[in-house]
DNA sequence: CTAAAGTCTGACATGGGTGTGAGGGTCAAG
DNA sequence: CTTGACCCTCACACCCATGTCAGACTTTAG
């Protein structure tokens, strides 16, 4: 099928199946006007990049991630390091933003007290 | 006081000091040879700006926050409802994040779990 | 054959605090 | 006067998924 099928059976735009390709995340052959040409494969392998990418994994390791699944099970020991890794960074980012958040709390409730008295 | 030593004493780097001029969170008087003069005040005035900063506000809030803490009580009302918006989207944010960590958790389960199997 | 819809590549913009560098001016101590 | 420390402005780079536009080509329907 070619790229408006696709981001139409996916729901996720053009730019980014494009975008996708550049990073090495999906493949297509080109038919002989140039235009892409997926596979019904492609269908779940979006489905399963947006998945990772919704899990706030960058591409880098999306990639990894998808060379791992295809893989067998021995690839997935440096796998684990690397999500966990990623998990840990985004406890860290959380605790930041928490932070973030009571600071913010605390000043509106001085303000709110201020406003009162 | 200079730049360089409002920056040593404040522990923010000129060039933030600058951005925060060029942002209208700061203002200096000028040099007859055109460097920036700061009085004593700006220490404390860099300090809440990085305590706003910190609590994840943009910069044009962190102005408006300013400006109204500055001002009288009354003008604490439209402040309050902006600190509000901003604290919504802190929990929105932290709720994406949220999601994600909760898929990445799962799916680093399924990976120990087929590792395993 | 023609028009329209689809697709191609390449490039620029976004957000937004922060680093870094170039090229040049100011000021104080020797 | 010279040297060196300090400061000035302007501008580009970063991150990185995503939108959008321009200009050109392909495919398909009429």
Redesign the pocket.
């Given at each position: 099928m070619?790229?408006?099928?696709l981001?139409k059976r996916t729901g996720v735009?053009?730019?980014?199946l494009?975008?996708y390709e550049e990073?090495r995340l999906l493949s297509a052959t080109r038919?002989?006007?140039?235009?892409?040409d997926y596979t019904e494969d492609a269908v779940e392998r979006v489905g399963r990049i947006r998945c990772l990418?919704d899990s706030a994994l960058?591409?880098a390791v999306v990639r990894t991630v998808l060379a791992s699944l295809c893989g067998g099970a021995e690839a997935e020991r440096p796998l684990l390091g690397v999500l966990e890794r990623e998990l840990a960074g985004l406890d860290e980012r959380m605790g930041r933003l928490a932070r973030s958040r009571a600071h913010l709390a605390g000043l509106i409730e001085d303000v709110r007290v201020r406003t009162r008295g």
């Open positions: 070619r790229i408006g099928e981001s735009s053009i730019r980014m494009r975008y990073q038919t002989s006007g140039g235009y892409r990418l960058p591409t």
